[in-house]
């Protein structure tokens, strides 16, 4: 079975995230970027599956110019099989495009499965896993925290409103993986050498989506406003009588 995975360049979870002067989007001048953390488990728990026989070949996919390699060599430092490169050219690229280059992607390549990362820390969507499974008509999980292969489909655990929820899926499907999957392993040096020589392919966004320009655009970008200074109350009765008088608690008054 020849599993896929998208992965993204977001900003380092550890960077704190700085806006433009001019509130055009987030400034990422001298920051340090790296693999959304959902993605590199998705890459991980892939790698694990094709380690124990249950997967043929892991290949991983992004979207960007040729600096977005980076995240792509990160993970065929993890043990991906092959990286492939969907340059947008000249226009922004976004999230409806991409998903619909995706699904054009898994067809021609004979995808068994794809695993998401159930959000990017950048913008925290989750898009990416329903409208790939909607645009490719398979069934799909999200937040799944446990794969198991059965038959010819899938049993997965999934962190729902009510508790864990238990679902079985037929191949091929999609599933968005939660940071509880797996825990990535280290990348050894001799991997991290090997992948900076090996071959991305590199395909033009526009072949594989009928319109690569973005469909959305940001009009503002703004710092959240700091949060409030705690504060202390003697007895329970003021404790309550602050939570009545909350904003939140009267919006509907």
Wanted: glycine content about 8%; proline content about 7%; charged content about 20%.
């Amino acid at each position: 079975m020849h599993v896929l995975i998208p992965v993204k360049r977001v900003v380092d979870y550890n960077v704190k995230v700085r806006v433009k002067s001019d509130g055009s989007g987030v400034d990422t001048a001298g920051v340090k970027m790296s693999i959304n953390p959902f993605d590199e488990v998705a890459v991980a728990q892939a790698v694990l599956m094709r380690q124990a026989g249950q997967v043929s070949r892991v290949t991983v996919v992004s979207c960007g110019g040729p600096i977005a390699q980076d995240v792509l060599r990160t993970a065929l430092a993890m043990g991906a099989d092959a990286a492939i490169l969907l340059d947008p050219g000249t226009g922004e690229s976004d999230g409806p495009a991409l998903t619909e280059a995706l699904s054009v992607l898994v067809q021609h390549e004979g995808v068994g499965l794809v695993l998401c990362g159930k959000q990017a820390i950048d913008d925290d969507l989750g898009d990416t896993a329903p409208m790939l499974a909607a645009l490719l008509d398979w069934p799909q999980a999200i937040s799944v925290n446990r794969i198991e292969l059965i038959d010819a489909g899938l049993r997965v655990d999934c962190d729902g409103d009510q508790g864990l929820e238990q679902w079985r899926l037929p191949l091929p499907a999609v599933l968005g993986v939660d940071l509880r999957l797996c825990d990535p392993r280290p990348i050894s040096l001799p991997n991290m050498m090997k992948a900076k020589k090996a071959v991305i392919t590199m395909l033009p966004l526009a072949e594989l989506a009928s319109s690569a320009s973005g469909r959305m655009r940001v009009l503002s970008c703004t710092t959240p406003p700091a949060r409030a200074a705690g504060v202390r109350v003697g007895s329970l009765p003021q404790l309550l009588d602050l939570l009545r008088h909350l904003p939140a608690l009267n919006a509907g008054t």
